[in-house]
């Protein structure tokens, strides 16, 4: 549930919003609405893992802090590597729900890889 609430969710709802003032067909708004989902829980847990392995200089930011202040995140609940895996298979996943798009939703598809490889 708290995954739900953080930042991952401003990007579901940017998602979404964006196939709403377009006046995407219903279908399409359902694929991109599960594409925002995922990315953004994609991203969230990208920028957990950050906050546990990236330096300040790397990341402009605080490292540590997350553990530090003993938040709940997926990289406190399930491990470096299996949030890493976690996120990876969330970015593929969202990229599958723009298969319908073709071509068009490629820029989308670069940036679900680019959300779990970034490294600030």
């Known amino acids: 549930r708290l995954q739900a609430l953080k930042t991952g969710r401003l990007i579901q709802f940017s998602v979404e919003a964006g196939a709403i003032l377009g006046r995407a067909p219903l279908p399409q708004r359902h694929f991109l609405a599960a594409f ?5 829980a994609a991203f969230q847990i990208a920028d957990d893992l950050l906050d546990a392995e ?63 490889t970034r490294r600030s």
Not at 59 to 73: M, P, S, V
């Open 36 to 40: 925002g989902r995922d990315l953004g």
């Open 54 to 116: 990236g330096s300040t200089q790397e990341t402009g930011k605080t490292a540590g802090k997350d553990a530090a202040a003993g938040k709940a995140t997926m990289v406190a609940v399930l491990g470096v590597e299996r949030a890493r895996a976690h996120a990876d298979m969330l970015a593929r996943q969202g990229a599958e729900h723009l298969d319908s798009f073709g071509e068009r939703a490629a820029l989308l598809r670069a940036l679900a890889r680019f959300v779990v």
